[in-house]
C-alpha cells in the first residue's frame, strides 16, 4: 500500500467520530471550560473541526509558523462546525490523493517563529497529526458528558450508544 493510501484511510476513519462529536456539542457554550487551564469549548471545538485540513497543508506547504498564523473564531453553531470539518477532509482527501511517496518522504517544519518545533517527513507528521486529532476530539468527548450532552460512539459503544 502507498503512503497516501495509508493515510487517506486513516483520514478517512477519523472523520465519522468527528464529524457525530461536532455535531452533539452543546450550543451557545463556547466559553464554557471544565478548568481554568483548559481550552474553551468554542476554542476547541473550531480546532477540531479544521485539524483535519493539516494534512492537505503539510502536502502542498512546505512549513507552519504558529507564530504567524491566527486562532480562527468559534463556529455559531454545530452546523458550521460540521461544514467546516467537511471542508477540512474534501481538501485533505484532494491533497493525500494526489500526492506519492517522494513527496511524502520529504521533510516538512512546524515552526514558531525562529523556534523549530517539528522538522521530519510528511508521512509521519501526518499520520502524529490524525493522532492529535483523535485526541483532541476525546477532550471534546469529555466537554459533552461534563455538560450532560450524549456522547457518540467512537471506536466502539460509548455508555449513550450501542452498535
Known amino acids: 500500500m502507498k503512503l497516501n493510501e495509508l ?3 486513516q483520514l478517512e476513519r477519523e472523520s465519522r467520530a468527528t464529524r457525530e462529536t461536532l455535531a452533539a456539542l452543546p450550543v451557545g457554550r463556547n466559553d464554557w471550560r471544565p478548568h ?3 481550552m474553551p469549548l468554542g476554542t476547541l471545538a473550531i480546532l477540531v473541526a479544521n485539524m483535519s485540513s493539516w494534512p492537505g497543508m503539510i502536502v502542498e506547504g512546505d512549513e507552519l509558523d504558529l507564530a504567524a498564523t491566527p486562532a480562527p473564531a468559534p463556529a455559531e453553531s ?3 462546525l460540521v461544514e467546516a470539518h467537511e471542508q477540512a477532509v474534501a481538501l ?3 491533497a493525500l490523493s494526489s500526492t506519492d511517496d517522494d513527496r511524502l518522504m520529504k521533510s516538512w517544519r512546524l ?3 525562529d523556534k523549530i518545533l517539528d522538522d521530519r517527513p510528511r508521512h509521519l507528521i ?3 497529526t490524525i493522532c492529535h ?3 483532541h476530539r ?12 450524549p456522547v457518540p460512539s467512537i471506536y466502539g459503544p460509548s455508555a449513550d450508544t450501542s452498535w
Open 7 to 9: 493515510l487517506l484511510a
Open 36 to 38: 481554568p487551564k483548559s
Open 78 to 80: 454545530n452546523e458550521q
Open 92 to 94: 485533505s482527501r484532494k
Open 111 to 113: 515552526r514558531f517563529g
Open 126 to 128: 501526518i499520520a502524529d
Open 133 to 135: 486529532l483523535a485526541h
Open 138 to 149: 476525546g477532550q471534546l468527548s469529555v466537554y459533552l458528558r461534563l455538560n450532560d450532552q
